[in-house]
């Protein structure tokens, strides 16, 4: 049961507190409520920091992300979502995984100039780069800052394949460069569905977009010939695992030529942050899918071995993975994502003018 009118229960955020930056010496503690106007955590307005990097693009070596390249034009992100791993990394910049995350963004307006330095680099070799290898490069504040355009124009103008990942319809806006990056066979997209239960989804990811509306996505990015992935993802066990074979058909039906997911794990901050959360969201259940979480992850909330921390193991994982490929191969049977085209990379070294 959900407890929406929970008085404990802060509304419209994901996290329901700022858990300790372990990189801090001191913390903020409520000790004594009467001497406060206001509770500490009530204000909800988003900030944001600009930040100017030195690079932009940032290379894994990871063994089960090898060779992934990825830019990310925002830390931070305003959707919320309660399960992100991305969280602990807003650590690395002095703020809380918690509300700090979805409160406090960190913006980069230098990448695509950034991306224009990398692309010319002395020798280089095109491979793919993933637009939200952290956070969603179409969260709310792109529709004002448009970092993100400007970057698919710089893709555009290079010939370069891109990779996106998101479960914004603020991508709609961008189908005119979209077309024509998929027509030379440089696009993917990645359209994140998560649950298409309307109630879960507010729980979980207060701040996105509903199932119907990123389905509408996946429906008009096909329509235009734009190859599309659904991502079930997270799968969390017990919340939303039995909802994997809708969400692979409901994207089908739309025109998407492939699926993926990932089994949810918990790492650093984000095992507090979902703990809290759950007991206050799903009293009724929430010792059940902490449990079945932990027995994807040889009995641990968090998991950083290679191989098994995306996809788990184990009896509850290996239902998981049994039930996504019984519904891929009846709803996606014979499709598949085209391959990208390296060969129309267009260094332009030497006759380079910035577009901004």
Request: hydrophobic share 35%.
């Amino acid at each position: 049961m959900l407890h929406q009118d929970n008085p404990d229960f802060f509304k419209g955020r994901g996290a329901q507190l700022n858990t300790h930056n372990k990189f801090l010496k001191n913390k903020y503690v409520a000790e004594h409520m009467e001497g406060l106007d206001e509770p500490l955590l009530e204000n909800s307005a988003t900030q944001l920091f600009e930040e100017t990097p030195k690079k932009i693009v940032s290379e894994s070596n990871s063994p089960d992300l090898s060779h992934m390249r990825s830019i990310n034009p925002y830390q931070g992100c305003e959707h919320g979502c309660i399960y992100c791993y991305a969280r602990n990394t807003h650590e690395y910049y002095g703020f809380s995984a918690g509300l700090d995350f979805e409160r406090k963004i960190i913006i980069k307006r230098n990448a695509p100039e950034l991306l224009e330095q990398y692309f010319n680099k002395k020798n280089y070799q095109p491979v793919c780069i993933l637009l939200s290898g952290n956070t969603d490069c179409y969260q709310p504040i792109e529709r004002r800052l448009q970092i993100t355009r400007n970057l698919l124009q710089v893709f555009l103008k290079y010939r370069h394949p891109v990779s996106i990942i998101t479960k914004n319809n603020v991508i709609l806006r961008d189908m005119d460069i979209l077309t024509e990056l998929a027509a030379m066979n440089l696009l993917h997209v990645n359209v994140s569905i998560t649950s298409l239960n309307e109630q879960l989804r507010q729980k979980l990811e207060p701040r996105t977009v509903t199932a119907t509306g990123r389905l509408a996505v996946v429906q008009k990015l096909s329509e235009k010939g734009i190859p599309v992935r659904v991502m079930a993802a997270p799968i969390i066990p017990g919340l939303n695992s039995n909802e994997v074979p809708n969400i692979i058909k409901a994207a089908a039906d739309r025109g998407a030529l492939a699926a993926g997911f990932t089994i949810v794990r918990l790492n650093g901050s984000v095992a507090d942050i979902f703990s809290d959360w759950i007991y206050k969201a799903f009293p009724d259940r929430a010792d059940k899918v902490l449990n079945m979480i932990r027995a994807c992850h040889d009995g641990n909330l968090n998991d950083s071995d290679f191989g098994r921390r995306m996809s788990g193991e184990g009896k509850v994982a290996e239902s998981i993975h049994q039930m996504f490929r019984m519904a891929c191969n009846r709803f996606m049977a014979g499709r598949q994502m085209p391959e990208y085209d390296y060969s129309l990379f267009v260094p332009r070294k030497g006759k380079q003018t910035s577009m901004f």
